[in-house]
């Protein structure tokens, strides 16, 4: 699953459905600290695309 949590610059991550794929091209800030995300869950931070989680490439 990808998170903003685990996704890191220069990383590609892929839709197995469409084909889309999406570059990091700055990570989240907040990695090393408390979330500042409102309400911060793994939910909330979750990228997905045609309702399948991406992965890396």
């Keep these: 699953m990808a998170t903003c949590h685990n996704?890191?610059?220069g990383?590609?991550?892929l839709c197995e459905k469409?084909?889309?794929e999406i570059k990091v091209i700055k990570?989240?800030?907040e990695v090393d600290k408390d979330c500042s995300h409102e309400d911060h869950?793994?939910?909330?931070c979750k990228?997905?695309?045609c309702n399948t989680d991406l992965?890396?490439?």
Excluded: A, P, Q, R
């Design 47 to 49: 990228f997905s695309c």
């Design 7 to 9: 996704m890191h610059e």
């Design 41 to 44: 869950t793994e939910i909330t």
């Design 11 to 13: 990383d590609i991550y």
């Design 18 to 20: 469409c084909g889309l």
């Design 55 to 57: 992965i890396l490439k």
């Design 27 to 29: 990570e989240c800030n």
